[in-house]
């Protein structure tokens, strides 16, 4: 069976694929039996790959996981666990790749030399601030006034665990928990927004569907950025992945309200 879903052509001699020790490339891994899990790649060559994931995986286990350029269609890459070695919150694997004919080896390559392409600067994410006590606003870099709220996230191999959040927007929220989370790691999220900013339409501000408490949402995100805190505890930034419409307006009443609360 081939490694790379491209498809398969006589063999030949095949290029060679630079090692790259710096990638930091999110990806899904998929094992017979277990669920995909979230994981960095940190190195991949023709015919190994070095990476980094929260979830144990027994030694030449069979795994599955994807890779390529963000516009382009992603190569589906197989290999055996050949290495594990704990690290923090994480462990870091060797994963030794099956045979790849020339076809799948240039398709790999051609993708590394996209990652590798010049883009646009990306803006500049907001700082992370420091924790607010409960119930009290906070004001972020970005200017954006917040209230702390609890949240609960759920990853793909633990039950729900208890955070706060705040900074919310279209895009995505920020989060506090004592809990170590890898970047690009995949999060259930289950909150309801606080209600007691609306009082701030007032009964001139609007029709009284503005007024409406909010319901609780159940969203996807991942995790972008970390910031650690005193006393164990981390900041971390995530990004909201496939919002509902219906979830976009209301975070959208939320800031508004947040805006004529701090007028």
Not at 183 to 205: D, H, I, K, N
Not at 211 to 219: A, E, I, S, Y
């Amino acid at each position: 069976m081939p490694w790379i879903t491209t498809g398969s052509t006589p063999k030949r001699q095949a290029a060679v694929v630079s090692p790259k020790p710096s990638m930091e490339f999110p990806t899904s891994l998929s094992v017979r039996g277990v669920p995909s899990a979230p994981a960095i790649i940190e190195q991949l060559t023709a015919g190994e790959c070095r990476l980094r994931s929260v979830v144990f995986l027994d030694l030449r286990s069979v795994v599955e996981f994807d890779f390529g350029a963000p516009d382009r269609p992603r190569i589906f890459v197989r290999g055996q666990v050949s290495s594990r070695v704990p690290s923090g919150p994480y462990f870091a694997y060797t994963i030794s790749l099956a045979p790849m004919t020339a076809r799948e080896n240039d398709e790999l390559v051609a993708a590394q030399r996209r990652l590798d392409e010049p883009r646009p600067a990306p803006r500049a994410r907001p700082a992370l601030f420091a924790v607010a006590p409960a119930a009290t606003e906070a004001m972020p870099a970005n200017g954006r006034p917040s209230v702390q709220f609890p949240i609960f996230y759920r990853t793909a191999f633990e039950g729900p665990r208890p955070g706060r959040a705040a900074s919310v927007s279209a895009t995505g929220m920020t989060m506090t928990c004592n809990d170590a989370l890898v970047e690009g790691m995949a999060l259930e999220l289950t909150f309801t927004l606080p209600s007691v900013v609306l009082e701030a339409y007032g009964e001139r501000q609007g029709p009284a569907t503005l007024r409406r408490p909010f319901r609780q949402m159940v969203l996807q995100a991942r995790v972008i950025c970390h910031q650690p805190l005193n006393g164990g505890a981390c900041n971390y930034g995530l990004e909201f992945r496939n919002l509902p419409l219906e979830s976009r307006e209301e975070i959208a009443r939320y800031e508004r309200a947040l805006q004529l609360a701090k007028r």
